[in-house]
């Protein structure tokens, strides 16, 4: 699965995001959740395993600080949906993100993003315009 588009979604008072429709079967059984650049990503179980692998790979091609795959661990939380396709994110996710009650859940090809709405909003012409200058130059279709 390629995870892609953009969602308006929301907070509840106790930190609980209701997960897009068309990616609640992705994530049935568990999900992980990460700090990101300004988000929070959300990456199913098995990608997330060789997201961790690769990272191992790297440790041991020098490429990367030996610590990088436990400080992603450290930083990382395992979540499970319920019956109504809600994960909690966790006090210290959302605080990273400035995640509060409007929340926009975007596709990021393997992994979902999720951002302050106000963050995505200002932010957002520029990725448009970043998409379209990317086309113009031939990096698309």
Sequence with gaps: MVFVG?????????????????????????????????????????????????????????EIDPLSPKQVAHASSIVRPDAQGRITIPERLRTFASLEHDVMVCGAVESLEIWNAETWAAMSADLDQSVADLFLRGGGI
């Excluded at 059984?29 to 700090?35: F, H, K, R, T």
């Design 6 to 62: 953009t969602h308006d979604h929301t907070l509840d008072d106790k930190g609980r995001l209701v997960l897009p429709a068309r990616f609640r079967s992705h994530f049935a059984e568990s999900a992980y959740l990460l700090p990101n650049a300004g988000c929070i990503s959300l990456w199913e179980p098995e990608r997330f395993e060789k997201m961790i692998g690769r990272l191992g790979e790297q440790v041991r091609a020098g």
